[in-house]
């Protein structure tokens, strides 16, 4: 394992701390974008919700032809007979079986990672004792490093409480029941102990779009140690897992992922981290600022501790008054005339002394946040657009950070620190809706779908730049989420120019659509580059948004 890990720039140093373990260290510089690793699964499964959606072997979504269902079980579904025969021949003649009755969900799951992991255990140990090759180059993930880490991960074993415990020993006994599990010859305490390590290790599988679709074990990628505010993320291919830099990580620096949703309230993402992985979060978001600079942890201040949890948050998106009331500000949200008044030339900047609204908080802190957000470390994508390119967006329309109003500071930190400083200095008033909070997120966020999915392309605009300053505030500026929303506000512009041109509309209206169109297409760009990689999907779908989108203009001139 370790000549793996250092074939790709990474070590693994001892933290001294027993609930830690071990940290990953990076040996040499990471730059954003870099595929740190990449991590082969032990076992994956399929969730119920999208099992015949894509292939049980594979995890890629198959749209036509569609899918073939195994013919005996009726459960799983493959891309085409490779798929099957591979999926047969790895673990699917074994486990080619109706569900057992009475058991939960999630315990069904568990019991198929169970005996997929325990057929792989048991076909190593079997040839273990000849000679295991030693990986060649950084995506030589052998069988040998895969197991050998694997048997090395935590499963905090003693600590789980009592019920899990109880659950884990039945599960464990009842797979014991089937021969070809017996066949293996492990013991009933190991079965258990795999069960200890899924609990703490295993990760969803995502789409592109970033909805779970299954679960696996990864034991490269779940060497790799939490953060509310992640330096790397994991990301999937199909059923293949990479670990991509979101930004510089400099030697001797930690490489750290985030275990839960950065979107949750402190207190909920605490609490979801010491039941399920027995820590205590001490990063930059989690820890109090104990000076001037930590303005991490000034995030959850914004976005307050009232929901402690997510439960709670869904409970507050039935909540159809509130629901009513944002969309009705969103209706008479008057787009054209708020560019105009936050134009970034003049300095519009709303009423110090009354609470912010939704409107006033969007115009106002999109001028810090996007694009100078991704950019700041690159002025020379603040160039005026003079020059616009015929087969590329290549500049953003903007003046230099230092010419701007508000005046944006030319750092990512003074950025960040300025923007929350400001919302912080707005006087609340319980009686409005209070933007930054994640009940108000959470709210718009669902609106922002349903008007996505209604064809009100000019209300999702509106919404989509509200969710965006969250996201900003809350992710990483590379983070994968962000990337997504840039493409999905690129598309809802779009579609907003096409509505805008059947209701003759304005033609200044329709210009502030294009310079959205032009915004998001080059952030998207920007950070699908880095949180999916060139070789995604999104990435192409990004160029071809782009390609049609500079072919529409030339057409229009
Ligand atoms: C997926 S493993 C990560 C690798 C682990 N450090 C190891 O040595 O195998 C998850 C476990 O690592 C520890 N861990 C991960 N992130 C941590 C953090 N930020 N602070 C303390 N412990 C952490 C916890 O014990 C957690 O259950």
Redesign the pocket.
Same mark, same amino acid.
């Given at each position: 394992m370790d000549s793996y890990l250092k074939l790709n720039n990474i070590c693994l140093q001892d933290s001294n701390?027993i609930?830690?373990?071990?940290?990953i260290k990076a040996t040499a510089l990471l730059k954003k974008g870099t595929v740190v690793i990449t991590s082969q699964p032990l076992g994956t499964v399929a969730l119920p919700q999208t099992i015949n959606e894509y292939c049980n072997y594979c995890f890629r979504k198959q749209t036509s032809p569609s899918l073939q269902r195994c013919s005996q079980c009726k459960k799983a579904y493959f891309c085409d007979m490779s798929c099957f025969q591979n999926a047969w021949l790895s673990y699917h003649q074994f486990i080619c079986a109706k569900p057992t009755k009475n058991r939960e969900a999630a315990d069904e799951l568990d019991a198929e990672m169970l005996e997929k992991v325990a057929l792989n255990v048991s076909r190593y140990r079997k040839r273990s004792n000849k000679e295991q090759p030693q990986p060649k180059d950084k995506n030589d993930e052998t069988v040998n490093v895969t197991m050998e880490t694997f048997f090395?991960?935590?499963g #905090?074993d003693d600590s789980q409480p009592k019920h899990v415990k109880e659950k884990f020993k039945q599960l464990a006994s009842e797979v014991l029941t089937k021969p070809f599990i017996q066949q293996t010859g492990l013991a009933s305490e190991e079965l258990i102990h795999y069960l200890n390590i899924f609990k703490?290790?295993n990760f969803a599988i995502d789409d592109k779009d970033m909805f779970a679709i299954g679960e696996g074990t990864y034991p490269i990628a779940?060497?790799?140690? #939490?953060?509310c505010r992640p330096n790397a993320v994991v990301m999937f291919e199909g059923a293949y897992a990479s670990i991509h830099a979101i930004e510089d990580i400099e030697p001797g620096q930690e490489v750290t992922i985030s275990y839960v949703d950065s979107a949750h309230s402190r207190t909920y993402r605490q609490k979801a981290l010491r039941d399920k992985?027995?820590?205590d979060?001490?990063?930059v978001r989690c820890n109090d600022a104990s000076n001037d600079k930590n303005y991490f942890s000034l995030i959850d201040t914004l976005l307050g501790q009232e929901e402690n949890d997510w439960d709670r948050a869904q409970e507050l998106l039935q909540n159809q008054a509130k629901s009513d009331r944002i969309l009705q500000e969103v209706e008479e949200w008057d787009l054209l005339r708020m560019c105009k008044q936050y134009d970034r030339k003049s300095d519009g900047c709303p009423d110090p002394t009354k609470p912010l609204n939704i409107v006033n908080y969007t115009h106002y802190f999109i001028q810090f946040f996007a694009p100078y957000l991704l950019t700041w470390n690159q002025p020379e994508l603040h160039r005026n657009q003079t020059m616009a390119s015929t087969s590329s967006l290549n500049d953003f329309d903007d003046p230099l950070p230092s010419l701007a109003k508000p005046a944006v500071q030319s750092t990512y930190d003074s950025i960040m620190k300025t923007a929350i400083d400001k919302m912080l200095s707005y006087p609340t008033d319980s009686t409005n809706i209070i933007p930054y909070r994640l009940t108000t997120l959470s709210t718009c966020t669902r609106l922002f779908y349903d008007e996505m999915a209604n064809g009100n392309w000019m209300n999702s605009v509106k919404l989509g730049m509200y969710v965006l300053i969250q996201y900003c505030l809350i992710y990483p500026p590379y983070h994968p989420m962000l990337a997504q929303h840039f493409l999905m506000l690129a598309k809802a512009c779009w579609n907003s120019i096409i509505q805008s041109e059947l209701l003759q509309n304005e033609r200044q209206l329709e210009k502030v659509y294009q310079r959205g169109v032009r915004r998001w297409i080059m952030s998207s760009k920007e950070t699908i580059a880095v949180a999916f990689g060139k070789s995604s999907s999104l990435w192409r779908e990004t160029l071809e948004l782009e390609w049609i989108f500079l072919r529409e203009q030339k057409l229009k001139e």
């Amino acid at each position: 394992m370790d000549s793996y890990l250092k074939l790709n720039n990474i070590c693994l140093q001892d933290s001294n701390d027993i609930i830690k373990g071990r940290s990953i260290k990076a040996t040499a510089l990471l730059k954003k974008g870099t595929v740190v690793i990449t991590s082969q699964p032990l076992g994956t499964v399929a969730l119920p919700q999208t099992i015949n959606e894509y292939c049980n072997y594979c995890f890629r979504k198959q749209t036509s032809p569609s899918l073939q269902r195994c013919s005996q079980c009726k459960k799983a579904y493959f891309c085409d007979m490779s798929c099957f025969q591979n999926a047969w021949l790895s673990y699917h003649q074994f486990i080619c079986a109706k569900p057992t009755k009475n058991r939960e969900a999630a315990d069904e799951l568990d019991a198929e990672m169970l005996e997929k992991v325990a057929l792989n255990v048991s076909r190593y140990r079997k040839r273990s004792n000849k000679e295991q090759p030693q990986p060649k180059d950084k995506n030589d993930e052998t069988v040998n490093v895969t197991m050998e880490t694997f048997f090395t991960l935590m499963g #905090h074993d003693d600590s789980q409480p009592k019920h899990v415990k109880e659950k884990f020993k039945q599960l464990a006994s009842e797979v014991l029941t089937k021969p070809f599990i017996q066949q293996t010859g492990l013991a009933s305490e190991e079965l258990i102990h795999y069960l200890n390590i899924f609990k703490s290790n295993n990760f969803a599988i995502d789409d592109k779009d970033m909805f779970a679709i299954g679960e696996g074990t990864y034991p490269i990628a779940a060497l790799f140690n #939490h953060s509310c505010r992640p330096n790397a993320v994991v990301m999937f291919e199909g059923a293949y897992a990479s670990i991509h830099a979101i930004e510089d990580i400099e030697p001797g620096q930690e490489v750290t992922i985030s275990y839960v949703d950065s979107a949750h309230s402190r207190t909920y993402r605490q609490k979801a981290l010491r039941d399920k992985y027995f820590f205590d979060c001490q990063c930059v978001r989690c820890n109090d600022a104990s000076n001037d600079k930590n303005y991490f942890s000034l995030i959850d201040t914004l976005l307050g501790q009232e929901e402690n949890d997510w439960d709670r948050a869904q409970e507050l998106l039935q909540n159809q008054a509130k629901s009513d009331r944002i969309l009705q500000e969103v209706e008479e949200w008057d787009l054209l005339r708020m560019c105009k008044q936050y134009d970034r030339k003049s300095d519009g900047c709303p009423d110090p002394t009354k609470p912010l609204n939704i409107v006033n908080y969007t115009h106002y802190f999109i001028q810090f946040f996007a694009p100078y957000l991704l950019t700041w470390n690159q002025p020379e994508l603040h160039r005026n657009q003079t020059m616009a390119s015929t087969s590329s967006l290549n500049d953003f329309d903007d003046p230099l950070p230092s010419l701007a109003k508000p005046a944006v500071q030319s750092t990512y930190d003074s950025i960040m620190k300025t923007a929350i400083d400001k919302m912080l200095s707005y006087p609340t008033d319980s009686t409005n809706i209070i933007p930054y909070r994640l009940t108000t997120l959470s709210t718009c966020t669902r609106l922002f779908y349903d008007e996505m999915a209604n064809g009100n392309w000019m209300n999702s605009v509106k919404l989509g730049m509200y969710v965006l300053i969250q996201y900003c505030l809350i992710y990483p500026p590379y983070h994968p989420m962000l990337a997504q929303h840039f493409l999905m506000l690129a598309k809802a512009c779009w579609n907003s120019i096409i509505q805008s041109e059947l209701l003759q509309n304005e033609r200044q209206l329709e210009k502030v659509y294009q310079r959205g169109v032009r915004r998001w297409i080059m952030s998207s760009k920007e950070t699908i580059a880095v949180a999916f990689g060139k070789s995604s999907s999104l990435w192409r779908e990004t160029l071809e948004l782009e390609w049609i989108f500079l072919r529409e203009q030339k057409l229009k001139e």
